[in-house]
C-alpha cells in the first residue's frame, strides 16, 4: 500500500521487483473491489497491473479487494454537521460499503495465517446501500436530519480541488463514483467473515461508533 499519487503504478512495481530480488515469499497486496487492466477507472487499472505484476513474480500472493471505505464517509462530516447534507455524485446504486477494521482484520489474518496464499478476497461490508439509505441510517445515529444531494461529477471535482486533493486524485475519485452510479460495486461477499471468523460490521455499527467524529 502507497500514498495515492500519480507515480502510485511505477512506485509499487519497483517494490514489486525489489521484493522478489531481496528473497521475500509472500506479499499481500490492498487491492481494490473489480481491479482489471481495461477498467475506465484509473485506480481499478492501476491495481490490476500491480496484481499481475506480482502474480507473475514467482512470490506467493494475497490479493484483498475492499469497495468503498465506511470510514471515507467523514470527508463529508464538514456539510454533514453544518448543512445536514452528504453530498456526491453516486445517483442511487446501491454500494456494498465497508468498514476498514474489518479490511484490517483480514489483512491481519492474511499476513499472519497460512491458506491464504494464491488468494483473492473481494471484501465487503454485509449488506449494499444506496447514499440515501446511507445518510438515513446516519439521520438516526446523529439524531439529526441527513440529507444525500446527488451532485454533478464536476460539483465533486471542484470540492476536492478546493479541500487541497490534487487533479490526478480528484479526476479518480470521480471515475469512481462513476463506477459506483453504475451499480458495478453492489455486489456482497462473504469474505470477511470467511477470512477474519467474525462478522462484516454493519453501517449502522460504523454510525454508532462514529458518530462523535461526525460531530465534532
Same mark, same amino acid.
Given at each position: 500500500? *502507497?500514498?495515492?499519487?500519480?507515480?502510485?503504478?511505477?512506485?509499487?512495481?519497483?517494490?514489486?521487483?525489489?521484493?522478489?530480488?531481496?528473497?521475500?515469499?509472500?506479499?499481500?497486496?490492498?487491492?481494490?473491489?473489480?481491479?482489471?487492466?481495461?477498467?475506465?477507472?484509473?485506480?481499478?487499472?492501476?491495481?490490476?497491473?500491480?496484481?499481475?505484476?506480482?502474480?507473475?513474480?514467482?512470490?506467493?500472493?494475497?490479493?484483498?479487494?475492499?469497495?468503498?471505505?465506511?470510514?471515507?464517509?467523514?470527508?463529508f462530516r464538514f456539510s454533514?454537521?453544518?448543512?445536514?447534507?452528504?453530498? *456526491?455524485p453516486a445517483g442511487n446504486?446501491?454500494?456494498?460499503?465497508?468498514?476498514?477494521?474489518?479490511?484490517?482484520?483480514?489483512?491481519?489474518?492474511?499476513?499472519?495465517?497460512?491458506?491464504?496464499?494464491?488468494?483473492?478476497?473481494?471484501?465487503?461490508?454485509?449488506?449494499?446501500?444506496?447514499?440515501?439509505?446511507?445518510?438515513?441510517?446516519?439521520? *438516526?445515529?446523529?439524531?439529526?436530519?441527513?440529507?444525500?444531494?446527488?451532485?454533478?461529477?464536476?460539483?465533486?471535482?471542484?470540492?476536492?480541488?478546493?479541500?487541497?486533493?490534487?487533479?490526478?486524485?480528484?479526476?479518480?475519485?470521480?471515475?469512481?463514483?462513476?463506477?459506483?452510479?453504475?451499480?458495478?460495486?453492489?455486489?456482497?461477499?462473504?469474505?470477511?467473515?470467511?477470512?477474519?471468523?467474525?462478522?462484516?460490521?454493519?453501517?449502522?455499527?460504523?454510525?454508532?461508533?462514529?458518530?462523535?467524529?461526525?460531530?465534532?
Amino acid at each position: 500500500m *502507497t500514498n495515492s499519487s500519480e507515480r502510485v503504478e511505477e512506485q509499487q512495481l519497483r517494490f514489486v521487483e525489489r521484493a522478489r530480488a531481496a528473497g521475500v515469499r509472500h506479499i499481500v497486496y490492498l487491492s481494490q473491489l473489480h481491479a482489471a487492466r481495461n477498467s475506465p477507472v484509473r485506480f481499478l487499472h492501476y491495481h490490476a497491473v500491480v496484481e499481475h505484476a506480482i502474480s507473475d513474480s514467482g512470490m506467493a500472493f494475497t490479493h484483498l479487494r475492499p469497495n468503498l471505505y465506511m470510514q471515507g464517509l467523514l470527508k463529508f462530516r464538514f456539510s454533514i454537521k453544518s448543512e445536514g447534507q452528504m453530498m *456526491t455524485p453516486a445517483g442511487n446504486a446501491p454500494v456494498s460499503i465497508v468498514d476498514v477494521r474489518d479490511i484490517a482484520a483480514a489483512v491481519a489474518a492474511a499476513l499472519t495465517q497460512s491458506g491464504h496464499e494464491g488468494k483473492i478476497y473481494d471484501i465487503t461490508g454485509p449488506e449494499s446501500l444506496t447514499h440515501a439509505e446511507i445518510a438515513s441510517q446516519l439521520s *438516526t445515529a446523529l439524531g439529526k436530519q441527513i440529507t444525500f444531494v446527488d451532485i454533478p461529477d464536476a460539483a465533486m471535482r471542484g470540492a476536492l480541488l478546493s479541500f487541497g486533493f490534487p487533479a490526478w486524485q480528484a479526476d479518480g475519485l470521480v471515475e469512481d463514483y462513476a463506477h459506483y452510479r453504475r451499480g458495478e460495486a453492489a455486489a456482497v461477499s462473504q469474505a470477511v467473515p470467511d477470512v477474519t471468523g467474525r462478522p462484516a460490521r454493519s453501517f449502522r455499527d460504523f454510525a454508532a461508533d462514529y458518530k462523535h467524529a461526525f460531530l465534532s
